[in-house]
């Protein structure tokens, strides 16, 4: 099944605080956004990678496609101003003949070839799949005067990451009610909850994280010297 891969690479990286956006920083002499592509390249599941990024870092990603050989990166597209908005400007840019569509964000360089199958085979069977893991400390809501209302549930609870992994027409549907209804979402997969699809859960591991903060790069870098896969 023809099963393209949409990079979200717009972001201007304001929590690391670096001076270039945190997807171009180097992970053992090369940048986060290569080590997460590569990942995809090797996949012999995917057959196109899309890129969104902002007008300002199109060359430079370009010439990294081109120096690390990434054949299936065959379209940059432009980013916007939410995350929401790059991924939905490059669900425009599909490959007519998609049926799957791998949302992953451009700094999580540490997906295992295993994680994206099993979410390929997942989606191809429920609609959507969402590679998460289980929740390891007590989670409490809080209220605005700085008091605890209540603990949830630890059981039920998950930390979704990406790879989410959608049929395309779900995901495309899902991207039009939000835009008609003005709804805001972090992930993809809760745009698809709200057409009541439950997407499958495919479980991960702790070492995807999303290099969010400059204390990440400690853990990534300890990571990428181990990761073989
Ligand atoms: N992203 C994007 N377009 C945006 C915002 C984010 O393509 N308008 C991408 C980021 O480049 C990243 C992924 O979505 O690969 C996850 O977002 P996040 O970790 O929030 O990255 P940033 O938005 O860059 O970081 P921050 O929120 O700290 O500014
Ligand atoms: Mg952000």
Request: hydrophobic residues 45%.
């Amino acid at each position: 099944m023809f099963t393209s891969v949409i990079i979200p690479a717009a972001g201007a990286g304001e929590r690391m605080g670096a001076a270039v956006s945190k997807q171009f920083l180097l992970l053992l002499g090369k940048p986060i956004i290569i080590h997460t592509l590569e990942r995809f390249q090797m996949c012999g599941a995917v057959n196109e990678i899309i890129i969104a990024v902002q007008p300002s870092s199109r060359q430079q990603v370009e010439s990294l496609i081109g120096e690390f050989h990434l054949s299936k990166a065959t379209k940059i597209v432009e980013g916007g101003k939410r995350r929401q908005d790059s991924v939905s400007n490059a669900l425009s840019h599909l490959h007519p003949q998609a049926e799957i569509v791998i949302v992953h964000d451009a700094v999580r360089p540490f997906i295992r070839q295993k994680v994206i199958l099993d979410s390929i085979d997942k989606a191809i069977s429920f609609s959507a799949a969402v590679v998460a893991v289980r929740v390891k400390d007590t989670i409490k809501v809080g209220t605005d005067e700085g008091r605890f209302e209540r603990t949830l549930d630890r059981s039920v609870l998950w930390l979704a990451q990406t790879p989410q992994t959608f049929r395309r027409q779900v995901l495309i549907d899902a991207y039009e009610k939000a835009s008609r209804e003005r709804i805001d979402a972090t992930d993809d997969a809760s745009l698809v909850e709200l057409l009541n699809i439950r997407p499958a859960i495919v479980e991960g591991s702790f070492e995807n994280i999303k290099i969010t903060t400059p204390d990440d790069l400690d853990f990534a870098d300890v990571v990428a010297r181990r990761f073989r896969d």
